[in-house]
Nanobody
Framework: QLQASGGGLVQAGGSLRLSCTAS????????IGWFRQAPGKEREGVAC????????YYADSVKGRFTISRDNAKNTVNLQMNSLKPDGTAVYYC???????????????WGQGTQVTVSS
């Protein structure tokens, strides 16, 4: 399973670091993606990273502000979010797929989500 953590309330311009910790399976052979869903909106891909960390992809809306990284020794993938904006308010989910892709339908294992609220 995947456990997402690190969400919270932050002011616009602030930072948060989300973590996704895997247990019960060999996460180092899976790509990990972060997705978010705001109330009344479709789920969108935020960032993803390949199994060995050599490839990363970002949504245009977060490029230059968010950084995804992984530590396979700790079965953890982190999402560092800087310069947060109010439109970043959403539930953030991590998920595992065979390849790194921004398409959520390709992901097979999903975590439970962590709430991020950015106040203006």
């Amino acid at each position: 399973q995947l456990q997402a953590s690190g969400g919270g309330l932050v002011q616009a311009g602030g930072s948060l670091r989300l973590s996704c910790t895997a247990s019960g399976f060999a996460s180092d052979i899976w790509a990990i993606g972060w997705f978010r869903q705001a109330p009344g909106k479709e789920r969108e891909g935020v960032a993803c990273i390949s199994s060995n960390g050599d490839k990363t992809y970002y949504a245009d809306s977060v490029k230059g502000r968010f950084t995804i990284s992984r530590d396979n020794a700790k079965n953890t993938v982190n999402l560092q979010m800087n310069s947060l904006k109010p439109d970043g308010t959403a539930v953030y989910y991590c998920a595992a797929a065979e390849i790194a892709t921004m398409f959520g339908d390709e992901y097979e294992i999903w975590g439970q989500g962590t709430q991020v609220t950015v106040s203006s």
